[in-house]
């Protein structure tokens, strides 16, 4: 079992991003899948969380109305849509799941500044 990320990168304040995560070994929609992120010098913290592959989302209130998490289950896959991005979203990206153990991905870096 595992989770890959992509999709991040460089972009200005006020630009979007969407990231992906791809399960693997697991049905995705079957669990809960998260989003997290961590800025550098700083603890990893939730970013948003969805339930039973869409029926419920939850959010950061630092993201709320800006993110959106979503899952596509002939994909397997959860993405993470961030748009109006500022600099404060700056950091490493990880997609986690809790299959009978902890599962990380390997993060994917999202760095926005002008």
């Known amino acids: 079992v595992q989770l890959v990320e992509s999709g991040g990168g460089l972009v200005q304040p006020g630009g979007s991003l969407r990231l992906s995560c791809v399960a693997s070994g697991f049905i995705f929609r079957r669990y809960t899948m998260s989003w997290y992120r961590q800025a550098p010098g700083k603890g990893r913290e939730l970013v948003a969380r969805?339930?039973?592959?869409?029926?419920?989302?939850n959010y950061a209130s630092s993201v709320k109305g800006r993110f959106t998490i979503s899952g596509d289950n002939g994909r397997n896959t959860v993405y993470l849509q961030m748009n109006s991005l500022k600099s404060e979203d700056t950091g490493v990206y990880y997609c986690?799941?809790?299959?009978?153990?902890?599962?990380w991905g390997q993060g994917t870096q999202v760095t926005v500044s002008s």
């Open positions: 986690y799941a809790w299959v009978n153990t902890e599962l």
């Open positions: 969805i339930f039973n592959g869409g029926n419920s989302t």
